[in-house]
Structure formats: structure tokens, C-alpha cells
């Protein structure tokens, strides 16, 4: 399949090369020539397994891959997670279901995707005859950073560099990366926020005298964020696997139409409902949930975007974003795919910080989307609400999702479609916060509130999480963001 450019000035001809170079050569996005149908296919995924689901799913895009070494490759990669299950179903109530992506290897839903990304950008390589060696960059809000380096962690040909903001993340998120083990890896942290990070990696992929100076040593790059399509592409599985769980379940008929609320940041996440919606999925409305930081929110209301505002650290650090990237593949679709005003559209965002959509498709947009958001307060009473009601502990992303999904509700005299709601991480990779939603106390060492939690709630305790206590720290660089192209030759010893 070939995939072009959300700016004009670039296509590949198969999904391999799309995601070996992550990123298209005139700084656009990649994104499918056409949406492949799988209507049809949803009555066959109903009796199959997660990973078979998977295959299906990523097969109709990735038909340069052997499908039967993809199938394996998905079989490999969820049974890292509980049940061998990258999305379990679970019920509250009648109408409301929360999804939780977070049984994986680093307990956050980015392990859906970064499980399987090494696979997929290995044979990526082996199919476009690549013979160099693959250096990742990784700008993080917190759970990308860990499950790619969890996912590539002694992967063959292939090197990772991680960058995160210090202060941007939580305990339990920066020990898990200060500890991560492999020789094949490294971890800086950035004074800066996320947006600083993203900015600066963004700015090396593009830089022609780096490029070269690579080039020299044997050595790419790629990209294992939310703007690889080859992350991208795992996410949509679960959309069309919640689905069939709810018709095996008896919770719908097949056909019927289901909504989705996903707590957003990047914008990967929903991006991947959108493109599920597009290949068939009986998919209502898909609800944008964003916290203090509601760049989205605005813009779903109208039209423009605007990062030019003050920048929150809140209690949900992975949405801690100003500058959603996938929001390009939106914006691309929106306007009919025109790449010229896509590429306008991006270059005012870059100088200006903003850009605004026509009238025409702003009311397009709500045709398919609706966006709120929540404050630390809501989110905390949340938190603390959904314990008390259900008996459900939920992390902060999640709580800001059940928020906006209940406000959505009760907005429109109640839910019209089951709406699901997305669960990205477990609550120990916050626990400080989640144990002071639920007791108003604040204990400040991340394991000491685990173990409250667990007091409390008697929700077991992550095996990850216990075991990351003991794990020595192996790295404890902090540079500021003109040092990351330093630390990214110091790394590969240019
Ligand atoms: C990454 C992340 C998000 C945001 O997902 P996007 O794809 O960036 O929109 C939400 N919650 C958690 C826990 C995350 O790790």
C-alpha cells in the first residue's frame, strides 16, 4: 500500500518504508493512500483471539509484510500482557464500559503498540533492504518513553534514546526509565517540557548536517512516537476488538453503534478510533478528553487552535501537551486531504502557534467528535466517585476520560450508544495521586502509597511495580534542550 504525505511533498510506495522512516522527508505525517473496508471482516473477528484481531487489522494496512510472520509477531507481543489480552472489556454499568490497554509490560496502553513496533521496524527494514543501523529517538510525556524501551530493549541493529521532562513525569514513570536495562539503550532527561522535547527531535529528524554525519557512521534514524504510523496502526485493533467483546458479550448487536471517550494528548490514541471509524466500524461519536491543558477541547469548539497559553503540569503528565502531532492526520482528512492547506495550516503552527479550520469543516468535525475536559478537582472527585460507586480504581488519565464521558452524558439526558470509556495506565504508575483522591492524604514516596492503595482498595499490586524498587538506576543525565543533539552524538560516540 503506498502512503503519502499529510504535506504533498513526499510518498512511499509500501507501509515498510512508511515506517522505517517514521516521519516523511518533507516533515508531513504518513498516512494510507485509502482506508481499507473491513466491514465485512467484523463477523469473522468476533471468534478470534486479541492477536489474531490484531493481524487482521494491521494486515489490511501492512500487505507488503508475510501475514503469517505478522500473526506470530502478535502472538508475541500480547502474551506479554494479563490473559494474552492487549484490551480488556470491563462493565460498570449498563451503558458504560471502561477499556483498559494497561496489562502490558510497563502497565501503560502505549505497550499495545511499542509490544510490537520492534517487529514491525525490524522486518520493515529486512523488506526495504536497509542495512544500517536504526538509532530511535523518543521525546516522552512519561509512558512512551518506558514501553520503547521496554519494546527495544537489546533489539538487534537497533538503538534508543530517550528524552523526558524533568519534573514532567511522575515517580513511578522516572524510575521505571532511570532503571530500564539493555545495552542498547539510553535515558536523558530534558529541563524543558514535553513540547520542548518533542520540538527538539522533531528538529534533528529534519536536520540535513546530522543526517549526513549518520549517513558517514552507518546509522538512521526513526521514530517510535504516535507519528510512526507503525504505532499508529496496532491502536486501531483494540477499537474493533472492544467492539466484538461487546456483541460476544450480548451488551450489543452486531451493526449497532458504540461511542468511545479517550483521554488525549498526542492525539494517537482517538486518532486510532477515527481511522477505525473510517474502515467500517459502527463507531458513534468518539469523545476528546483533555485536562487543564485544553488546547483541544478549544479548538473542537471553535475551530482555531491555540497553543500560544499557559502551560499546566497537572496530576495526568501524559497529556501534559500543548502541540498534539497527530492532529495533523486529522486536520488532513478534514480538508478533503489537501495537502497544500495542510502544509499551510502546520507552517502556522509553527511560526505562529496557531491556525484555524473553515466554518464549514468545523461542523464536520462535530459530526463525528465532541471534546471536553477536567480539572485536577473533577479529576480527583473522580476518582474518588467511581471507587465509591463502582468499587473501580482508576488512574488520573482515566479519571479525566470517565469525566468528560459522564458530563457527555449527562449533557444529553443520557448515553444514546454504549460509550466506552479508554483506560491507558494503571493507577500504581500514580499513586500518590490516585491515594489521595480516594483519602484526601498525600504520601509523598511513590512505593509507601502503592502500598496504601493496596490497603485500601486490595487492587493487587503490578508485579512491575514491585519489582522496580529494587532495580539499581542507570541513568541520571539531565541537560537542557539545546544539549539534545549533544547527548544524541555522545550516545552514538560521534
Ligand atoms: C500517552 C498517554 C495518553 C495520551 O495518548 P495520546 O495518544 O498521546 O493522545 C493518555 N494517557 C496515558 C496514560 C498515556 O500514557
Known sequence: MKFISTRG???????????????ADDGGLFVPETFPDLSNRISD???????????????????????????????????????????????????????????????????????????????GADITGLKEEILIL??????????????????????????????????????????????????VSVKGNFDDCQTAVKKIFSDKAIQSLLKEKGV?????NSINFGRLVPQITYYFSA??????????KLGDKVDFCVPTGNFGNILAGYYAKKMGLPIGKLVCASNENNVLTEFFETGTYDANREFYKTTSPSMDILISSNLERLVFELSDRN???????????????????????????????????????????????????????SDTHTAVALNVAFGYGVGNGGFKNPMVVLSTASPY????????????????????????????????????????????????KVVDKNGILDSVKEFLGC
Do not use: W
Request: proline share 2%; net charge negative; with cysteine.
Open 138 to 187: 523518543v521525546a516522552t510525556s512519561g509512558d512512551t518513553g518506558k514501553a520503547a524501551l521496554e519494546g527495544f530493549k537489546n533489539a538487534k541493529g537497533i538503538k534508543i534514546c530517550v528524552f523526558y521532562p524533568t519534573g514532567g513525569v511522575s515517580d513511578m514513570q522516572k524510575r521505571q526509565m532511570s532503571t530500564q536495562e539493555g545495552d542498547n539503550v539510553n535515558v
Open 243 to 252: 467492539y466484538c467483546d461487546l456483541v460476544n458479550g450480548n451488551q450489543i
Open 429 to 476: 504508575k500514580f499513586p500518590q495521586s490516585v491515594y489521595k483522591s480516594l483519602t484526601g492524604k498525600y504520601v509523598s514516596d511513590a512505593f509507601k502509597s502503592a502500598e496504601k492503595l493496596y490497603q485500601l482498595t486490595a487492587e493487587e499490586i503490578p508485579e512491575q511495580i514491585l519489582k522496580l524498587k529494587e532495580k539499581p538506576v542507570r541513568f541520571e
Open 45 to 123: 473477528m468476533l471468534s478470534m483471539d486479541y492477536a489474531e484481531r490484531a493481524s487482521t487489522v494491521i494486515g489490511s494496512y501492512l500487505q507488503e509484510y508475510d501475514q503469517a510472520k505478522l500473526l506470530s509477531a502478535c502472538k508475541s507481543a500480547y502474551s506479554r500482557f494479563t490473559n494474552d489480552d492487549g484490551a480488556t472489556l470491563v462493565k460498570l454499568d449498563d451503558n458504560t464500559y471502561v477499556l483498559e490497554l494497561f496489562h502490558g509490560p510497563t502497565l501503560a496502553f502505549k505497550d499495545v503498540a511499542l509490544t510490537l513496533l520492534p517487529y514491525l521496524l525490524r522486518e
Open 9 to 23: 511533498g513526499s510518498s512511499v510506495d509500501c507501509s515498510a518504508q512508511a515506517i522505517v522512516k517514521g516521519l
Open 220 to 224: 538512521v534514524f526513526s521514530s517510535a
Open 339 to 393: 495537502a497544500e492547506l495542510t502544509k499551510n495550516r502546520m507552517n502556522q503552527l509553527k511560526n505562529l502557534g496557531t491556525y484555524s479550520v473553515t466554518e464549514d469543516e468545523k461542523k464536520r468535525l462535530l459530526t463525528e467528535f465532541v471534546a471536553g475536559y477536567c480539572d485536577q478537582q473533577d479529576c480527583e472527585e473522580t476518582i474518588l466517585d467511581v471507587f465509591d460507586e463502582y468499587g473501580y480504581v
